[in-house]
């Protein structure tokens, strides 16, 4: 048999394996509500390609491409077992247990004992967006996607001040099209009449407004709702609170980093502080895709200093061509050049990791491209670290720690920003980049400053609504990685 033959029969295996799969998919999830992922990477609404291609992605994990024959068994057993609501990694099952062997119902029934026999179903909470650019399109697309895979947010409205006669049209296409993150995954129409945006069956309504206060929206059937407030128009408690004296709002989340006493979130760390707190703040991009390295670097070696350079993609606080700006260098044309800027990144971190309080420095450098920027991490520690070590250490904590969904890590020669577009979570520490000498470590960690942001803000809305669903198998903290 040549190399050839045996190529090809072994990809039409994984093709006849992965479309046994696609059925056994989609069952869990309608008769469950449990989404299925492999090492993170979702398995929801795929093809037989995707499922292939996601297996393969392990061996960035376990150094070997994932078997399908080891997954499909796992999945097998799953439909026929009464689960309740979940996000199931079968690369994680599958590996522990390779790891551990025996019979494979009895390690499924003890590693998924918490969720067996709950509820599949989730008490809707209402969501309003009041603001719609690009974090609040991104926002829609990725709530859409979670109402239909779990259930427990449902996006209700999104609140804007009204801009011409075709404002829905032109909003709607906006959403339905993204110069960055391609089309909308499904379709939309638009009931103008109704002031209605419906997405893949989901009716949006379309507020228009120019004070929070002076909406009622319960007279459009909302009520309990979390507003998520993306203009940044408001970023201390008392403007915020103009939301909370709207009819039919319990929360106010804001998307920007939030001043004085708020409460500035950052999932996987302090998520704990929301508590019965109303007035929220989602911290930053950046404070999000460096926080969670932040910690477990801390944890395990102590910072006792550190800089932070952030590369950041330009924004919409920019002007494209050289004109006024209140902001210093601002001004200058974005497409064009590097833009030294300030951030207050480094000592926002401080607010959620009060260790941190008077340790960071920061700087940023605005560049001509459109998303995904970088963190460059310089950092003095109270004990020599050896970069192997620190690599080792941060790939596990990505892989088998409950920042998995925060920190991934990649460690290919090749990579670009570009192909970090569209990732999930909230940082990716790039390996090969990684400078350690004596105690003077330097970490590269990309972000997506769009998309991995907002599904940060995604997963504190459904904490505050108490729908967030738990990961399994479940991983332990950071700190008991040896």
Known sequence: M???????DDWNHKLTLAQEMLPLISRLHREHNAATSVYGRLLVGVTDIDIIKAHRYARRIDEQELPLDETLPILRELVDMDLGTASIDLGRLAADFRTEGGELRPFLERELADVIGTSSELEARDVVLYGFGRIGRLLARILIAREAMYGGVRLRAVVVRKKGDIDIVKRASLLRRDSVHGPFNGTITVDEDNDI??????PIQMIYANDPAEIDYTAYGIDNAIVVDNTGAWRNREGLSKHLESKGVDRVLLTAPGKGDIPNIVYGINEDMIGDERVLSAASCTTNGITPV???INDRYGVTHGHVETVHSYTNDQNLADNFHKGNRRGRAAGLNMVLTETGAAKAVSKALPEFEGKLTGNAIRVPTPDVSMAVLNLELEQEVDKDEVNNFLRRVSTDSNLRQ??????SPEVVSTDLLGTTHASVVDGLATIASGNHLV???WYDNEYGYSHQVVRVVEDIAGVRPKVYPERKDPSEIQ
């Open 294 to 296: 932040l910690k477990v």
């Open 443 to 445: 970490l590269y960690v």
């Open 2 to 8: 040549t190399e050839t033959t045996t190529q090809r």
């Open 406 to 411: 925060q920190i991934d890590y990649v460690n």
């Open 197 to 202: 945006i419906w997405a893949n069956g989901t």
